[in-house]
């Protein structure tokens, strides 16, 4: 015969498995037994325990109660690390997966609780774009876009798999493989870089990923030193040699960025016999092996603007407007963003701004270095094959200040004539670049 504890542990676990969290008091009333009563048999049930059981949600009368869900066979709870600027991992709190498809982060006395995703701050643990689909080949078993991965299958993969995902959070677990890239000293540069190249290509289709995204690698240079590094595809072919000209022409973008007293990413310019590479030094590491953390702006407007996305300008208007984002970073976004209109950028999505921020439990949102800063405009269709030569359009008009939009307007001329000059694009690259410095100046004039 079943004692009166196990029964109602048995009880307990049917009430939590069919609402998602339920209070003390509502476990009380529901099976008429007392408080001491069921904080007994919560805790036999592995209230705590990071095998799985019950977590705890809330503190004080807000308490809450939880059935825990293993992360396909392993534990329920891991620590959740973060490395600080010196490149030590301190404890940050503790990561737990609920049933429900649930997920809860205790860090100190604050908590996050988010379903079906990854909190804010913990979304660049997610395998994503062009690097997280060459991560997908470890795990043939999920689906091949880690973007239609399941909570479930994310946090599995991110506590089996060590990798350089970008910020500072990691997940403790076993180790894994990491995948970056230290150049030999056998080698050159330029070979080590072909040979990295080309075994990233051989997943491949033509020309560019299944994404549209530009092919890419990391790279750790021994004395610490990371890089971000895309690359073309073959030259003397097409899209090889447009590929060139756009790594050349974002080289380009991000230097008159930088010239004109914003920050932007950190590049250089490879070139083998065979192909281009545009190296971009990572901004969330440091030379020390430190780590800043970093949070793209999609996850941030998801969680803290209230309407829907338009522009990178219109999300930090509204971080700006909430306290969260200095005068300054959004004054510096929206001249990218105009800059980025007046070169033809038709690709500033959310995943090409990212914001720092030091204090999750508190945060305020610091700009980071301007990225992917490129004419989009004129990449190679990945449908038709096509290579658009057409000179820039007249940009749609944004209501900001007009001296900001004068300013990015002068840069852009600038870049424009600087990039006309620039025999290694090409002579069909060279006349559109001098066609747009002619239309920015006329202000498009008769078009």
């Given amino acids: 015969m079943m004692d009166a504890g196990k029964s109602l542990q048995i009880t307990l676990r049917q009430l939590l498995a069919q609402s998602p969290e339920l209070t003390a008091a509502q476990l009380q009333s529901a099976t008429g037994m007392s408080q001491p009563s069921i904080s007994l048999a919560l805790k036999a049930m592995g209230l705590g325990q990071s095998a799985g059981g019950v977590a705890r949600l809330g503190a004080a009368r807000s308490t809450r109660y ?167 595809p073959p030259r003397g072919t097409p899209f090889g040699e447009r590929w060139h000209a756009l790594l050349h022409l974002e080289k380009l973008a991000l230097d008159v960025l930088r010239e004109n007293g914003m920050t932007s990413a950190e590049t250089r310019i490879v070139e083998s016999a065979t192909r281009t590479f545009l190296l971009s030094r990572r901004f969330d590491r440091t030379a020390e092996f430190g780590y800043r953390h970093l949070v793209a702006a999609s996850a941030v407007h998801e969680h803290f603007v209230q309407t829907p996305r338009q522009h990178w300008v219109g999300t930090c208007r509204a971080l700006h407007d909430m306290n969260l984002l200095p005068s300054g970073d959004l004054s510096t976004a929206t001249q990218a963003y105009v800059f980025g209109q007046f070169i033809g950028n038709t690709d500033m999505h959310f995943g090409n701004l990212s914001f720092f921020v030091q204090d999750v439990m508190r945060p305020r949102f610091e700009l980071a270095p301007i990225y992917d800063m490129l004419p989009m405009m004129w990449r190679p269709s990945i449908h038709s094959g096509s290579l658009d030569a057409e000179p820039l359009r007249a940009p749609h008009a944004l209501a900001v200040d007009p001296a900001l939009t004068d300013a990015a307007r002068d840069w852009a001329v600038a870049y424009w004539e600087r990039a006309a000059a620039m025999r290694t694009l090409g002579q069909s690259m060279q006349t559109v670049c001098a066609l747009n410095a002619q239309r920015l100046k006329s202000r498009f004039a008769g078009l």
């Fill in 66 to 232: 939880a059935l825990t869900k293993n992360i396909q066979g392993l534990p329920a709870r891991h620590s959740l690390l973060c490395d600080g600027a010196d490149g030590v991992p301190r404890h940050f709190g503790e990561l737990t997966y609920l049933s429900g498809n649930r997920v809860h982060v205790r860090g100190g006395k604050q908590e996050w609780l988010s379903h079906a995703a990854l909190p804010w701050f913990l979304t660049p643990l997610q395998p994503q774009g062009f690097l997280g689909r060459q991560l997908a080949r470890l795990r043939p078993d999920f689906p091949a876009d880690p973007e239609r991965w399941s909570l479930e299958q994310v946090l599995y993969f991110t506590v089996n798999h060590v990798r350089e995902a970008s910020g500072a959070f990691a997940i403790e677990g076993p180790a894994g493989v990491a995948h970056v890239a230290v150049c030999g000293v056998a080698q050159s540069l330029a070979q080590t870089f072909d040979r990295l190249a080309a075994q990233v290509g051989t997943s491949l289709p033509a020309g560019s990923s299944a994404g549209g995204e530009q092919p890419k690698f990391l790279w750790r240079e021994p004395d610490g030193l990371r890089w971000l590094v895309k690359f073309s």
